[in-house]
């Protein structure tokens, strides 16, 4: 597909995906300017992130530091500025890289993540970090997030926002969840929503409610998301780009 081509597919979509938001937000009687599109590209190519940049979609996700860094070097170089948000499961050790490109890591789900966070800020970042907490909304931990019920101090909700809050090199920003794949998306944001009013009256600048994906966009804006996360709506079926 041509380069001219490609962009006028993204154009489309990005089109249908503001017209389903629009209506989403209309529904839900809230401001369609109160909802931030967040493109998740992974294994979609550096290219693509420059189109999008062109078409005002700044907001670009990625999952994998193995991926989002030389992509993040490749954008730069091209001359395209975005603001990277890392969404998927971070493992410490890498840190010390993803602190080097992204502007906000939306999956602290640990106090050992979130000291480890700090440490690599005030090492090799010169600003603060901002970061959303993510939620497990079923308690399962393993799966990523942190449980207002977790037994463990560690994946505990109430300490891993502490320790966030706490942390000189780290910006607390709000909250992130993942619908579990066995609950119906309007009971799973429907219980983020009551998680963030709680959240909200001990930390009130946690104000972002990142929820909803291609396929539960709708149930997320119904319940308070400030930001969602599209990729497949967005940017299309990447085995048809191969």
């Not at 530091?65 to 975005?82: C, F, H, L, N, Y």
Request: aromatic share 4%.
């Amino acid at each position: 597909m041509s380069e001219d081509g490609r962009l006028d597919e993204l154009r489309a979509n990005l089109r249908a995906v503001r017209e389903r938001l629009d209506a989403a937000c209309r529904a839900a009687g809230r401001d369609p300017a109160e909802v931030a599109v967040v493109a998740v590209t992974k294994t979609y190519p550096a290219e693509d992130v420059v189109r999008l940049a062109r078409l005002g979609i700044t907001d670009i996700g990625e999952n994998r530091d193995q991926e989002a860094a030389p992509k993040a070097a490749d954008v730069a170089r091209d001359g395209a500025t975005v603001r990277w948000h890392f969404v998927g499961q971070l493992q410490r050790n890498k840190c010390r890289s993803v602190v080097t490109y992204a502007d906000v890591v939306q999956s602290v789900d640990s106090v050992r993540l979130a000291v480890a966070l700090d440490e690599a800020v005030q090492k090799y970042r010169e600003r603060p970090l901002d970061v959303l907490v993510q939620v497990s909304l079923d308690g399962d931990t393993d799966r990523g997030g942190a449980a207002p019920g977790a037994e463990a101090d560690d994946v505990q909700l109430d300490h891993v926002l502490a320790a966030a809050e706490a942390a000189e090199g780290l910006r607390l920003r709000g909250l992130m969840a993942v619908a579990p794949v066995e609950w119906e998306a309007e009971r799973a944001f429907e219980e983020l929503a009551r998680v963030a009013e709680r959240v909200r009256a001990s930390y009130p600048d946690a104000t972002v409610l990142s929820a909803g994906m291609s396929g539960d966009v709708e149930q997320a804006i119904h319940h308070g998301a400030t930001h969602v996360r599209l990729g497949t709506a967005l940017l299309g079926n990447r085995a048809h780009l191969m």
